[in-house]
């Protein structure tokens, strides 16, 4: 039976539905002769309109530095780079994409056109972290069991009115629960506003805060609504607020406990209807006792309160928080190492992070920028990091973590030797404070040798 001939125009259009990038052919004056359905979900711009428009016209990129990436590969003598581009996508929204270029030539040499792929990187990334339920919330990155012993309560805590005092070390990401807290609330249609109150002066906080009149004071030329008002039926994150003074702390007092304000230069008093959330890194409790903080006062902000745990407690995050802050620098960077080597890992394991996540996330990118060969290694990280003696774990009197082991393994053996300890090796109590089954601690335990 004879067969039938091989028809390379079936193939082209098969390829180019099966894939779910958007992908253009162009010829060689750089004019689209065939896109694929995905270019067209990702555009907005049909098969029809598409043909014959060059390709700058298609993929409309905000990066003046890359109009025509074809024109840009034929004067880099073919050699064509992955890009991360801006471009406007369906509906004019603007879409982080990832852009390739590959030209084509016949026999002899002569250029003949070109194919290009790209990806809507952005809606990947966030589509990741909403599926990823067993680590994400909120845009929280999290498998610890303290982090998840909040995030469990977080949604009771945000049905309620009460003031909540957020508390953690610097770079924990109190901002980032505060704003859970209003998006899981009914109060989230409305606006979230955010103060740093140790930012400013009394007067200028106070006028922040409460507004003015006109003539309130010098530069006051106009009437200003504070930022009670523009919070109005939404939340007011008041960030720092161990820092203030002790006379705002009476200001603020009054505020919270009968929701009314005055702004400066007015006699009249204002009804607030929103929920105040503070954060502090400060000992609140022992300022009160040094007499720097109002006991009245902290008792009228510490209704509900949540504990973060600093990272140096959180180390089986440490490498989920390293691949995350990777991935995002993969949208606005066109070289970002794609893997971590063990050995540097294992240092950014054993490092303590005073910083917190803040920390570890400006060392990622500040090592991504200086990483060769897509490997982010030991000698990439800075000096006091990548100094650490790699055959010291991390907190004396736990096992020694077994060196081939993945990185995501070894954190995790090391935080289930640490509860271990905590527990004095009571199963039961370890498992619960991990969160995992009994029977599942006992295979983790004769995976990692730590019967």
């Known amino acids: 039976m004879p067969l039938t001939p091989f028809n390379s125009q079936l193939a082209v259009d098969a390829l180019l539905s099966a894939v779910a990038c958007g992908v253009i ?12 359905d995905s270019s067209v979900a990702i555009t907005g711009i049909s098969h029809q309109d598409a043909l014959g428009l060059y390709c700058q016209n298609f993929l409309r990129t905000l990066d003046t530095k890359h109009p025509c990436l074809v024109k840009e590969c034929l004067l880099n003598n073919k050699l064509c780079d992955e890009k991360t581009l801006t ?15 590959q030209l084509m030539y016949d026999p ?10 790209f990806g809507d990187l952005s809606t990947i990334h966030d589509l990741r972290l909403r599926i990823d339920y067993r680590t994400v919330f909120h845009g929280m990155i999290s498998q610890d069991h303290q982090m998840r012993n909040i995030f469990e309560v977080l949604p009771r805590m945000a049905q309620s009115n009460s003031t909540v005092l957020i508390r953690g070390e610097t770079g924990t990401g109190k901002d980032l629960i505060a704003r859970a807290i209003h998006e899981l609330s009914e ?6 506003i955010s103060v740093n109150t140790a930012a400013l002066p009394d007067t200028l906080l106070e006028a922040k805060l409460f507004g003015h009149l006109k003539g309130a004071f010098t530069d006051a030329k106009s009437d200003r609504a504070g930022r009670i008002a523009v919070a109005k039926g939404g939340t007011l994150f008041l960030d720092e607020i161990g820092d203030i003074s002790p006379v705002m702390q009476v200001k603020l007092l009054r505020f919270l406990q009968e929701r009314k304000y005055e702004p400066l230069g007015s006699s009249q008093s204002i009804k607030a209807n929103v929920r105040v959330v503070a954060a502090t890194n400060r000992n609140l409790e022992e300022m009160i006792s040094e007499g720097q903080f109002r006991e009245d006062f902290y008792y009228r902000l510490n209704v509900l309160t949540v504990d973060l745990p600093p990272l140096r407690e959180r180390l089986n995050d440490i490498p989920l928080l390293v691949n995350h802050f990777l991935q995002r620098l993969k949208l606005i960077e066109n070289h970002v190492p ?12 054993n490092y303590s992070y005073p910083g917190n996540i803040r920390e570890l996330e400006n060392i990622i990118e500040r090592s991504a920028v ?14 006091h990091i990548s100094s650490t003696d790699p055959s010291h774990p991390p907190h004396k009197g736990l096992p020694q973590i077994n060196q081939d082991l993945s990185p995501m393994d070894r954190a995790e053996k090391e935080t289930i030797a640490s509860e271990l300890q905590r527990c004095n090796n009571n199963k039961q109590e370890t498992a619960k404070a991990l969160s995992i089954s009994r029977s599942t601690l006992w295979r983790k335990l004769k995976k990692y040798s730590l019967l």
């Open 25 to 36: 052919i162009l010829d060689s004056e750089n004019k689209i002769v065939q896109v694929n």
């Open 108 to 117: 002899s040499d002569e250029f003949v056109g070109a194919v290009i792929a």
């Open 187 to 192: 109060r989230s249609a409305k606006p979230f």
């Open 87 to 101: 471009i406007h996508g369906r509906d004019d929204i603007e879409l982080t994409v990832r852009v390739a270029c």
């Open 370 to 383: 200086l990483s060769r060969d897509g490997i982010l290694d030991s000698d990439d990280l800075p000096d």
């Open 338 to 349: 794609h893997e971590v080597s063990p050995l540097a890992m294992r240092a950014l394991i």
